[in-house]
């Protein structure tokens, strides 16, 4: 439970820092993958074995700042949700990058993609908007710092289709 109370302070911290930052930023001009969406596709972890399995996305964007609420679900040998939050950079009017952090929730004897137990995760990433369409293209990576119950860090690659809301 101490763990528990220490990685939610951690992402308390890192939450609040990111969207202070937002303050001290101009709005950018090119709101690339401006908007919400929701989206499914395959993810792939590289620790302890290799998992396979699908995942399903979330991101809500804030309007008037570059920051986004992310939320991933993964299924596979176990289900996983890892809350995010992230700094948004965007490239063009299509294009965005970020950089998030967050908790990955996990349990299990199997391991997840990401893990299986509750650790601190970070999320760097792409969103790609289609043009002309509500499609969106998403790619990004789950860092999962000790989230393995024996000790380790994983690794997953996870990308997919997703629609503009």
């Known amino acids: 439970m101490e763990r528990l109370k220490y990685l939610i302070s ?25 908007g919400s969406y929701v989206g499914i596709g395959p993810a792939v972890g590289f620790a302890d ?53 967050g908790l990955i929730f996990a349990g299990g004897d ?7 137990k509750i650790s601190f995760a970070l999320q760097p990433g792409i969103d790609y908007v289609v043009p002309n369409s509500n499609t969106v293209l998403f790619g990004n990576a789950i860092i999962g710092f000790d989230a393995l119950r024996g000790g380790g860090t994983t690794f997953s690659l996870q990308g997919g289709v997703g629609l503009r809301f």
């Open 110 to 116: 199997t391991p997840s993609p990401v893990g299986n």
């Open 10 to 34: 951690v992402f308390v911290a890192v939450a609040s820092s990111i969207l202070s930052l937002s303050q001290f930023t101009q709005p950018a001009h090119a709101q690339a993958a401006y």
């Open 49 to 101: 074995g290799t998992q396979i399995g699908g995942v399903v996305a979330f991101r809500y964007k804030l309007l008037e700042t570059p920051v986004s609420f992310r939320a991933q679900a993964f299924l596979a040998n176990n289900i996983a949700i890892v809350p995010t939050v992230s700094y948004d950079f965007p490239l063009n009017w299509q294009t965005d990058v970020y950089l998030g952090a």
